[in-house]
């Protein structure tokens, strides 16, 4: 995630103030919008049946329906743990793998899935540690690694060979996404076909990108962390509510949708500590260099065809800092597709936007 760290913002204070309104819940309020059927899961008869809590067995299925796309999930073991897999689509059409952010789960990707499953065989799945995947090691030593970026995509190349997605798939990444899915690229880029890149800075002012990001370094305060468990109001700051602006959107996105990430990161407890090793175990993300030069290189074997997707009102992520991007790769096979009047979360700001832009990059692999 790219934006304004609210301890920046709002301050520690007001952030308290906002997260204590409801910190008398234990859990997520139910939504009272009439919306939430269209997004709400309908489960249909299939055995063996995944729990609606964790854990679920690994390899049961469940098939719901979301705003009419009729999903499948199911439980894969791969790499020692367990991920939740939703899949769409005919699996003998050509493969879209989708990889989310923070404080993202798989179902920010539902609109594209979506519109996208006629013709493809879309599977998106949580993070380790987000949603319903597993969330190894909550308390470890500073010293461990379980959460940083390389291990993580040697574990995702695990999962996708259980999934049988080993050649010509099309990947789709967004945020901590992007920055997973860029090592996935260096360590596993023949399984791809080609890359739609958003929402991560590459090239650019590495000591700008380290100075604007502040949370960088407040994701890993053990008080900022503690202060967004149990309540909602940490995805309302950043996603918006009530046809209020989140701190770092352009476009109002609505209640029901607000809820349902809501519902996903905090199904398991341990998500907001979690999220946080994500950011302690890579202080890389501190270094101006692994923006400036080292993602670069990280990209610059692969052949296949790359978006990089930017939001032009990502306030922390200005679209400058990429319009020279692609003049960096000599295969001139790096395109900039900017997706106007959207702030950081596209997939809800502008869903058609994001996904023609995958429809372009798909038609460039071909």
């Known amino acids: 995630m790219h934006v304004r760290s609210p301890i920046r913002v709002i301050g520690v204070t007001a952030l308290f103030a906002l997260t204590s309104c409801t910190s008398?819940?234990?859990?997520?309020?139910?939504?009272?919008?009439?919306?939430?059927?269209?997004?709400?899961?309908?489960?249909a008869t299939t055995t063996p049946t995944c729990d609606k809590q964790q854990p679920a067995p690994a390899g049961c299925r469940r098939s719901f329906t979301v705003a009419g796309t009729l999903f499948t999930e199911r439980y894969v073991d791969a790499a020692d743990?367990?991920?939740?897999?939703?899949?769409?689509?005919?699996?003998?059409?050509?493969?879209?793998?989708?990889?989310?952010?923070?404080?993202?789960?798989?179902?920010?990707?539902?609109?594209?899935?979506?519109?996208?499953?006629?013709?493809?065989?879309?599977v998106a799945f949580d993070l380790k540690g987000f949603g319903r995947s597993a969330h190894p090691q909550t308390v470890q030593s500073p010293s461990s690694n379980e959460y940083a970026a390389s291990r993580v995509a040697t574990e995702v190349s695990a999962l996708l060979d259980q999934l049988a997605l080993k050649r010509h798939v099309t990947l789709v990444s967004h945020d901590w996404g992007t920055i997973i899915s860029s090592y996935l690229i260096a360590q596993?880029?023949?399984?791809?076909?080609?890359?739609?890149?958003?929402?991560?800075?590459?090239?650019?002012?590495?000591?700008?990108?380290?100075?604007?990001?502040?949370?960088?370094?407040?994701?890993?305060n053990p008080e900022f962390c503690n202060a967004i468990a149990g309540s909602q109001g940490f995805v309302r700051l950043l996603y918006?509510?009530?046809?209020?602006?989140?701190?770092?959107?352009?476009?109002?996105?609505?209640?029901?949708?607000?809820?349902?990430?809501?519902?996903?990161?905090?199904?398991d407890p341990a998500t907001p500590v979690t999220m946080?090793?994500?950011?302690?175990?890579?202080?890389?993300?501190?270094?101006?260099?692994?923006?400036?030069?080292?993602?670069?290189?990280?990209?610059?074997?692969?052949?296949?065809?790359?978006?990089?997707?930017?939001?032009?009102?990502?306030?922390?992520?200005?679209?400058?800092?990429?319009?020279?991007?692609?003049?960096?790769?000599?295969?001139?096979?790096?395109?900039?597709?900017?997706?106007?009047?959207?702030?950081h979360f596209m997939m809800f700001e502008q869903p058609d936007a994001v996904t023609a832009a995958i429809q372009s990059l798909v038609a460039r692999q071909s």
């Open 24 to 43: 008398s819940q234990s859990k997520p309020t139910q939504p009272t919008d009439t919306t939430r059927t269209e997004t709400k899961p309908t489960e």
């Open 81 to 122: 743990m367990t991920w939740h897999v939703v899949e769409a689509g005919d699996t003998k059409n050509p493969a879209i793998l989708f990889v989310h952010g923070v404080p993202e789960s798989w179902y920010d990707w539902h609109k594209q899935m979506g519109s996208l499953a006629k013709n493809h065989h879309v």
């Open 188 to 220: 596993d880029g023949e399984r791809f076909a080609g890359w739609v890149r958003m929402s991560a800075p590459l090239g650019g002012d590495g000591d700008e990108i380290v100075t604007r990001n502040t949370q960088f370094s407040s994701f890993q």
């Open 240 to 267: 918006g509510y009530d046809g209020s602006l989140g701190i770092n959107t352009a476009q109002a996105i609505p209640n029901s949708e607000v809820d349902r990430v809501e519902e996903e990161f905090r199904f």
């Open 276 to 343: 946080c090793r994500y950011y302690r175990d890579n202080p890389q993300i501190s270094d101006p260099n692994f923006w400036a030069t080292e993602l670069v290189a990280m990209l610059q074997p692969f052949r296949g065809p790359v978006s990089l997707v930017q939001a032009t009102q990502d306030t922390q992520q200005p679209l400058r800092w990429f319009s020279e991007t692609p003049n960096r790769f000599s295969s001139r096979s790096v395109v900039l597709v900017p997706i106007e009047d959207s702030g």
